[in-house]
Nanobody, 123 residues
Framework: VQLQASGGGLVQTGGSLRLSCVAS????????MGWFRQAPGKEREFVAAISWRGDSTVYADSVKGRFTISRDNAKNTVYLQMNSLEPEDTAIYYCAAARGSYGSRDAYNYRYWGQGTKVTVSS
């Protein structure tokens, strides 16, 4: 199973980006998916998660109302729409496939991880 994240880049404060994560293999459609991020000098933190059917989502308080996670099982892809970006959102963003049908805030519940895509928000 491979997860390929893309869509990162440099954006000004208040701007938007959409991250994508394409999964190969059979794991995708039956598994919850999540996004995590790691800023320089900080530990990895949870951002958002979505259930296998896409009908249940959960967000970190720091991104709630600004970020939206979604998925297209026909395309084996999960998205993270990021609006109203702030310099504090600067990080490498990782997608991950959960061990079960629902994502969670706990990184331990994820079995497969992508390589990350870098997001930089300038002030």
């Amino acid at each position: 199973v491979q997860l390929q994240a893309s869509g990162g880049g440099l954006v000004q404060t208040g701007g938007s980006l959409r991250l994508s994560c394409v999964a190969s293999g059979r794991i995708f459609s039956n598994n919850g998916m999540g996004w995590f991020r790691q800023a320089p000098g900080k530990e990895r933190e949870f951002v958002a998660a979505i259930s296998w059917r896409g009908d249940s989502t959960v967000y970190a308080d720091s991104v709630k109302g600004r970020f939206t996670i979604s998925r297209d099982n026909a395309k084996n892809t999960v998205y993270l729409q990021m609006n109203s970006l702030e310099p504090e959102d600067t990080a490498i963003y990782y997608c991950a496939a959960a061990r079960g049908s629902y994502g969670s805030r706990d990184a331990y519940n994820y079995r497969y991880w992508g390589q990350g895509t870098k997001v930089t928000v300038s002030s």
